[in-house]
């Protein structure tokens, strides 16, 4: 392999800070380093090859055929695509996905921020302890706080239903109902991963420079003009991240819908991911499970190559 | 004066919201030790009334619950191990070795993080079914025992590492295989703990991978086995479900407290990165 050439055309480059062996140091292993490297990444790129890069080539040629998994697997070209497009069934799942993330990223920010900011007030007592409380629900699976606010929301047993009629307001069987049932599963993801944000935000916020805040005092800036001048625009690139982030986490959503709503009622709850197990899992239709896939793959990577722009700069300092 | 109650009204402030955004916490807890009676009664309450042990017996006998306790613990634990062992091997070889196609293994492994597992999992169902792993351990372990994540975050952890620590032990003679194990790895222990934490809490808590690489109940999770609970007839046993809930979250709760600090910043990390 050209790996044997590469000590001599190496030894006269500046020595490099980041990647790279002991070169630098003056000392040379050069022989064998290829092959080491190789026995060093060889299970990695084994399992990574088999499991992730395999299965994305392996899913786009998948996508252009019908198969059931059973039997002979015919090539459609691009039907599989076009009927995502005017199956109004499968184009509503984009809809709802779309909306759901809508609802859950604002909300998730919003609330995240909202008690990163209570937390890191240094008037409060007992930060660290509100802090670890408030992350617990991250720790939770989705699944398991799907079951408590079923229990919660349930129209005759459910503490919080009963508490809201109590106080007049009528919610009703939530999870059967068509407007309800969507902001209802929207609620269980942001309860689950507030903490998660809200963490992020806490180490944002430790970031901006007390004097800025101490400047702005003495010029006679109010609390609220503070957060608006100082705090919000020093914290964008943690908003940043944590958009991209929780957008990302949105287009994914299923494990409460599985265990909530099943992704009803009437479809109304069907996000993608739910409409890929569906499709894939139990009606068995394995092409367009993998079309619908891909579309998800393609938004999934357009929102990550905007996060990449957000952080263009750093990115570069870890691969270039 | 005025300072004192500005104090008191944040701390009732952070309390309240506390409370409030833990209720559903509060319920899986309490409602746990529910009689059925109580759990079914209207108007409904928040603690029992009298307490009671049958939820955990039920979950014990409506599911093989203690068998998928000890699912849960290998496919979690068992991914976690296979992830640390070979994520900081290809690790060490991106961050230590200077070898042809370094750069590129990188970005490759980087980009591949943008790829969600929701993305590839039929074709990776199919070839888990095509090697017969399909409830079995190994298709539920081997698809994760690697990860891009994991190898990259090993490896910013790796090049931040002083290098004079291991060329001192090459100019001794050691191998990188010893380099590599006595070495670096002691010094990356906390880097292998957050991400074996990690690791570990997002197994144990998925839902869709366990659900689809198993169908034979006995090989189910802690997480998707509860989900069997609610059954054909619609009616869901909120006790045995909520006592179930809560032995499931236990000893990630446990987990947690242990090493609240480092868990914590860790994710504050990944956000300022």
Redesign the interface.
């Given at each position: 392999m050209?790996?044997m050439t590469?000590p001599a055309r190496?030894r006269y480059r500046p020595p490099r800070q980041?990647?790279?062996?002991?070169?630098?140091?003056g000392?040379r292993?050069g022989r064998g380093?290829?092959p080491?490297?190789?026995a060093?990444?060889l299970?990695?790129?084994v399992?990574?090859g088999?499991?992730?890069?395999?299965?994305?080539i392996?899913?786009l040629r998948?996508s252009f055929t019908h198969s059931s998994?059973f039997g002979p697997t015919t090539w459609v070209g691009l039907d599989n695509y076009r009927e995502i497009l005017h199956d109004p069934k499968i184009l509503k799942t984009l809809g709802v996905t779309g909306l759901y993330t809508v609802m859950f990223t604002p909300t998730a920010i919003v609330l995240a921020l909202a008690?990163a900011l209570?937390?890191t007030?240094k008037?409060?007592?007992?930060r660290g302890a509100?802090?670890?409380?408030?992350?617990?629900?991250f720790?939770?699976?989705?699944?398991?706080?799907a079951?408590?606010?079923?229990?919660?929301l349930?129209p005759?047993?459910?503490?919080?239903n009963?508490w809201l009629r109590e106080i007049g307001i009528q919610l009703g069987n939530v999870l059967q109902d068509p407007h309800l049932a969507l902001p209802a599963v929207v609620v269980v993801a942001v309860?689950k991963s507030?903490g998660?944000y809200m963490?992020?935000?806490?180490?944002?916020l430790q970031?901006v420079p007390e004097e800025l805040h101490d400047a702005a005092r003495i010029d006679g800036a109010n609390a609220w003009q503070r957060l608006t001048r100082i705090t919000l625009p020093q914290l964008s690139t943690?908003f940043a991240?944590?958009v991209v982030f929780a957008t990302?986490a949105a287009?994914?959503a299923?494990?409460q819908i599985?265990?909530m709503t099943g992704g009803g009622p009437y479809r109304h709850t069907q996000t993608v991911?739910a409409e890929?197990?569906s499709q894939?899992?139990k009606k068995l239709d394995?092409g367009l499970?993998?079309a619908i896939?891909?579309v998800?793959?393609l938004i999934?990577?357009v929102m990550?190559l905007i996060q990449f722009r957000f952080?263009g700069s750093?990115?570069k300092d870890?691969?270039g | 004066m005025r300072?004192l109650v500005?104090?008191g009204l944040?701390?009732t402030?952070?309390i309240v919201?506390?409370l409030v955004?833990?209720?559903?916490?509060i319920?899986?807890v309490l409602?746990a030790f529910k009689p059925s009676a109580e759990?079914?009664a209207?108007?409904?309450?928040?603690a029992p009334h009298a307490w009671t042990l049958d939820n955990f017996h039920r979950i014990f006998s409506d599911l093989p619950f203690a068998r998928l306790f000890l699912n849960s613990f290998v496919f979690a634990g068992g991914v976690t191990l296979f992830a640390l062992?070979?994520?900081s091997?290809?690790a060490?070889?991106?961050?230590?070795?200077?070898?042809?196609g370094?750069?590129l293994?990188?970005?490759v492994?980087?980009a591949?993080?943008?790829?969600?597992f929701?993305?590839?999992?039929?074709?990776?169902?199919?070839?888990v079914?095509h090697l017969h792993w399909v409830n079995s351990f190994a298709g539920l372990i081997?698809?994760?025992?690697?990860?891009?994540f994991g190898?990259f975050f090993l490896r910013?952890f790796f090049?931040s590492l002083p290098?004079?620590l291991?060329?001192a032990a090459?100019?001794d003679g050691a191998s990188?295989l010893r380099v590599?194990w006595n070495i670096v790895l002691p010094n990356a222990v906390p880097a292998l703990l957050t991400l074996g934490i990690f690791t570990f809490?997002n197994n144990?808590?998925?839902?869709?991978w366990p659900?689809?690489f198993t169908t034979d109940p006995k090989m189910a999770t802690i997480?998707?086995g509860?989900?069997m609970l609610?059954g054909p007839s619609g009616i869901?046993p909120?006790g045995t479900?909520?006592a179930g809930?809560l032995i499931?979250?236990l000893p990630?709760?446990l987990l947690?407290?242990f090493v609240?600090r480092r868990?914590?910043e860790s994710?504050?990390?990944?956000?300022?990165?």
């Open positions: 050209t790996t590469q190496r980041l990647g790279g062996g002991g070169r630098s140091s000392f292993f380093r290829g080491m490297a190789m060093f990444m299970p990695a790129l399992i990574l088999a499991f992730v890069f395999w299965p994305m392996s899913a998948l998994g008690l209570l937390l007030n008037a409060l007592l007992g509100f802090r670890t409380a408030l992350f617990l629900p720790v939770i699976s989705m699944a398991v706080a079951f408590a606010w079923s229990y919660l349930d005759q047993l459910g503490l919080l009963y309860w507030f998660f963490v992020i935000f806490i180490a944002g970031q943690t991240f944590v990302i287009l994914q299923f494990d599985y265990v991911v890929i197990y894939g899992f394995l499970a993998t896939s891909y998800l793959l999934t990577l990550s952080f750093r990115e870890v691969v | 300072r500005g104090r944040l701390f402030t952070a919201a506390t955004l833990l209720l559903p916490l319920i899986i409602t759990v079914n209207y108007p409904p309450t928040l062992v070979f994520d091997l290809a060490y070889a991106l961050a230590r070795l200077d070898f042809r370094n750069r293994l990188l970005i492994i980087v591949s993080l943008m790829i969600p929701q993305a590839t999992l039929i074709p990776v169902y199919q070839l079914a081997a698809p994760r025992a690697a990860d891009a190898i910013q090049v290098r004079d291991d060329n090459r100019i990188e590599f809490v144990w808590n998925d839902l869709l659900l689809v997480t998707s509860l989900t609610t869901i909120y479900m909520m809930s499931a979250v990630l709760a947690f407290l609240q868990f914590i994710v504050a990390t990944t956000g300022l990165k």
